[in-house]
C-alpha cells in the first residue's frame, strides 16, 4: 500500500527557502505513468495546487508560484522534495504531498501532511 | 484561472439525512471534477472523481453528477463518520483549483 510522508523544518524565516521531502514507500516514484504534487493549506483555509512532477521530470507549477517554487525527484531516495524561496508570513500552511492519478488530474494518495509556520 | 464556487459553505444536518452540495465552476469544465471529504487534522480523501465515479472503497451512499458548470456531491443517508469538511477541485485546466470547501455539521 503506498504511504506519502512528509518531513521538513517547521519553522522558517520571513525572506528564508521552505525546503519539504516526501518519502514515498510502497510504490516507486519512478515508475512509468506516476506523478508527483504539491499541495497547501493555511490555517483555517480551503486548498492550494503548488505543482507537480511526473516520472520523467517534468514539471508543472502554478503560476502564482512559478517563480518561487521548485519541485524535483530523488529516485534513489524514493523522495520528492519541494523548496519554495522568499517565503512571508501568506505561505504559513499545511503542506501535502500527493500522488496525481495517473489517468486523471486529481489526488488520490496524500501524505498526513506537515505544518510550516514562517515567522522570525 | 477557474474559480470554484461551492454551496453552501456551512450546513448542519442529522444522522439518516439526505444532503446535497453544490459546486459550480466559473467556465466549462465538461466532467473533469474531484470531491473530497477532509476531517479535522487529516489529509483531504478523495470519494468521487470525473464527477460521478466512486473512488474504490468509498461507501455508495456518496454520489456525483453534473457536467460543465454545475455539480452536485449528494450523501443519501448520513452516517455519524460524514461529519467533515467537502471539496470541490477541477482537473479541467492548470492551475488545478480547489472550491472554498463545505463544511457538514451535525445538527
Known sequence: ?120 | DIQMTQSPSSLSASVGDRVTITCRASQGITNSLAWYQQKPGRAPKVLLYVASTLESGVPSRFSGSGSGTDFTLTISSLQPEDFATYYCQQFFSSPYTFGQGTKLELK
Open chain 1, 1 to 120: 500500500q503506498l504511504h506519502l510522508q512528509e518531513s521538513g523544518p517547521g519553522l522558517v524565516k520571513p525572506s528564508e527557502t521552505l525546503s519539504l521531502t516526501c518519502t514515498v514507500s510502497g510504490g516507486s516514484i519512478s515508475s512509468r505513468s506516476s506523478y508527483w504534487a504539491w499541495i497547501r493549506q493555511p490555517p483555517g483555509k480551503g486548498l492550494e495546487w503548488i505543482g507537480t512532477i511526473s516520472y520523467s521530470g517534468s514539471t508543472y507549477y502554478n503560476p502564482s508560484l512559478k517563480s518561487r517554487v521548485t519541485i524535483s525527484v530523488d529516485t534513489s531516495k524514493n523522495q520528492v522534495s519541494l523548496k519554495l524561496s522568499s517565503v512571508t508570513a501568506a505561505d504559513t500552511a499545511v503542506y501535502y504531498c500527493a500522488r496525481r492519478n495517473s489517468d486523471w488530474y486529481y489526488f488520490d494518495s496524500w501524505g498526513q501532511g506537515t505544518q510550516v509556520t514562517v515567522s522570525s
